[in-house]
């Protein structure tokens, strides 16, 4: 079983900034892929950026330039930082990982969610 723990979402001004952090833990033996998606009210879960063992980070068009995304392998941690907020970005943010343990094949995990809130 593989847990996704969130943290760092809250409530900002336009312009503003925060930092997302994502934890992995549980018995998977392989992370495929570490990154985050968003879902505003009445719209459909979106990706927001991602990282692939081995490659690039690659990040939706309405978030380049603005946030980055950072992976650190060893504590099987990825991070969001987000800069220069705005109200659109309001929305739940999930952390994804795709892993694998003994049991399962490459499969997605999900976090429980974190709230952005971009108002002033």
Known sequence: ?????????????PGGSLRLSCAASGSMIGINSMGWYRQAPGKERELVAQ???????????????RFTIARDVGKKMVFLQMNNLKPEDTAVYYCNAK?????????D????GTQVTVSS
């Open 1 to 13: 079983q593989v847990q996704l723990v969130e943290s760092g979402g809250g409530l900002v001004q």
């Open 51 to 65: 990282i692939i063992s081995g490659g690039s980070p690659d990040y939706a068009d309405f978030v380049k330039g």
């Open 99 to 107: 892993t694998r343990t003994l049991i399962t094949p490459w499969r």
């Open 109 to 112: 995990s999900w976090g429980q």
